[in-house]
């Protein structure tokens, strides 16, 4: 199990003491420290949704200039984008096997995971 986002994120300390108190073990990888990987990104939209991905309520989102929101039709035209404002991916994403959770909902984790 992988779990994905920025340390320092209130959303992501919840989800990461809910696995603890939990006793789910996970492996963390830190978007501002490690990096978005672009295939990993890839798989992560086809399987949830970019739309899912996509953290629109977020500061970084609404300081992007309109040019750069029109830029998110797709996948692929995406990429780029998220990649450069790790920011702008919705947080926590999990995944679990081939599944991907997209966001700390604390039912829907203890349905699936526990």
């Given at each position: 199990?992988?779990?994905?986002?920025?340390?320092?994120?209130?959303?992501?300390?919840?989800?990461?003491?809910?696995?603890?108190?939990?006793?789910?073990?996970?492996?963390?990888?830190?978007?501002?420290?490690?990096?978005?990987?672009?295939?990993?990104?890839?798989?992560?939209?086809?399987?949830?949704?970019?739309?899912?991905?996509?953290n629109k309520r977020g500061t970084t989102w609404r300081k992007l200039p309109e040019e750069d929101k029109a830029k998110l039709v797709d996948g692929d035209s995406a990429i780029n984008l998220l990649r450069e404002n790790a920011s702008m991916i919705k947080r926590p994403v999990l995944e679990v096997g081939d599944d991907v959770l997209v966001g700390f909902n604390e039912e829907i984790w203890s349905e699936r995971l526990t």
């Open positions: 199990m992988k779990l994905f986002g920025i340390r320092n994120c209130d959303t992501m300390k919840k989800a990461r003491r809910w696995l603890e108190d939990n006793n789910i073990a996970y492996e963390f990888h830190d978007y501002k420290k490690d990096g978005v990987d672009v295939e990993r990104l890839k798989a992560q939209i086809d399987r949830a949704g970019l739309e899912n991905l996509v």
